[in-house]
């Protein structure tokens, strides 16, 4: 089998893979937490954490251990088009990185890609869109980023780590997939970012999110909302990402 390696942000977006590929081991390294999965180990889970700079950071170290044929972003996001719903998986066709108002295009992703996409609906027996992936560095407004796309971006959504995993996997010439699950729709903007709940390196503290509810309590609907998608999105993801390790025939 293939040698892959796969990289998401946080706990929310791993462990539902967890629960239905169960790893052989796990070992903290550099500070993150390292899965390999399958009997012969073939396939290496490292969690980043939020933002481009872990991702890259991620990358390096998954790169370093383990030497992937093919690395796997996944994890979930908002959506910039109304067409795009909570649950739906969405397969990177493009990536931009977003800098302020500007847009930089990123190469890296696998050549392949509508084989893979055709093969990875197939195992997992679930609709998989295709679509423009936008990277920013900051915690930005869904409504406030569709409004400055380039024309010609159509089912885009947004995150914070893809574009820094292909730049640091397209420099070892490693070849890129990126999944996401639509955690947050187009309308679903929240009343709170982020921010609030984070550190400078966007690490959640728990003492942040208790004093951010102290002083709004009026999002706790909101959060409870945004749990329920998570829950959908994160089961979803992981049944679109467990499809791509069954090796083909």
Do not use: Y
Request: charged fraction near 25%.
């Amino acid at each position: 089998m293939q040698r892959l390696g796969l990289i998401a942000a946080m706990q929310e977006e791993i462990q539902p893979l967890l629960r239905i590929v169960k790893p052989s081991r796990m070992e903290v390294i550099g500070k993150r937490h390292v899965w390999w999965l399958g009997k012969s180990e073939s396939i290496c889970l490292v969690e980043s954490g939020m933002g481009p700079d872990n991702a890259a950071t991620a990358t390096r170290l998954l790169i370093d251990i383990e030497k992937p044929e093919l690395i796997v972003n996944f994890g979930f996001a908002g959506s910039l088009t109304s067409a795009l719903c909570v649950g739906d998986i969405v397969m990177a066709d493009r990536l931009l990185f977003m800098h302020g108002r500007l847009f930089s295009e990123q190469s890296g992703l696998s050549n392949d890609l509508s084989r893979r996409h055709t093969d990875m609906q197939e195992k997992c027996g679930c609709l998989i869109h295709q679509g423009s992936f936008v990277t920013t560095r900051t915690i930005t407004a869904k409504k406030e980023i569709a409004g400055r796309l380039p024309a010609g971006i159509a089912q885009a959504v947004v995150e914070m780590e893809t574009a820094a995993v292909a730049q640091v996997a397209n420099k070892e010439k490693i070849p890129l997939l990126a999944l996401r699950a639509i955690s947050d729709g187009f309308d679903d903007e929240l009343g709170f970012s982020l921010d609030e709940f984070c550190d400078k390196d966007l690490n959640l503290q728990k003492w942040r999110v208790m004093l951010t509810l102290a002083k709004k309590p009026w999002i706790i609907p909101q959060l409870i909302r945004l749990a329920g998608n998570t829950k959908q999105a994160g089961r979803k993801l992981a049944m679109a990402v467990a499809g791509l390790l069954v090796p083909t025939p």
